[in-house]
């Protein structure tokens, strides 16, 4: 198994969980542009937002039900961003779907 997330879900690769149940995990990343910067991923691998499908409606809503979940235990009252990148042109480092939280501090409009 080559993919990095694969292997945070596995285990193999150790992270600082916040959430996880049978199809979703919720882990700080590793390099925070955010006092609060979390990635929360489908266990199932998908390369990105790109490889979204209607089959998969019920995996992504249930993230982003819990996207809201994780925001209000992190007291993100005042706002935070999602973000997903998607491919070369978004920057995408690493190959499996997954959402940035980002929050905890004023986040400028910046789309660049
Ligand atoms: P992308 O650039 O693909 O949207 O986001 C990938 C994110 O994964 C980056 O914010 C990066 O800091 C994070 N990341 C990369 N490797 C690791 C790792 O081994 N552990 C954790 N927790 N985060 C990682
Ligand atoms: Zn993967």
């Known amino acids: 198994m080559e993919c990095l997330f694969c292997k945070i879900v596995s285990g193999e690769v150790p992270a600082q969980k916040v959430y996880e149940d ?3 995990l919720a882990f700080r990343d590793i390099s925070p542009m ?3 910067h979390i ?3 489908p266990k199932l691998h ?3 937002a790109a490889d979204i499908t209607t089959e998969h409606a019920a995996a992504i809503g249930a993230i982003f039900a819990k996207i809201a979940d994780i925001a209000k235990a992190e007291g993100l009252s005042s706002g935070f961003r999602v973000v997903t990148n ?3 042109d978004a920057g ?3 190959e499996h779907l997954h959402f940035h939280i980002i929050g905890g ?3 400028s409009l910046a789309f660049g």
């Open 22 to 24: 049978d199809s979703m």
């Open 34 to 36: 955010a006092p609060t």
């Open 39 to 41: 990635l929360v991923i």
């Open 46 to 48: 998908l390369n990105s």
């Open 86 to 88: 998607s491919g070369k």
């Open 92 to 94: 995408q480092s690493v």
């Open 105 to 107: 501090r004023s986040l």
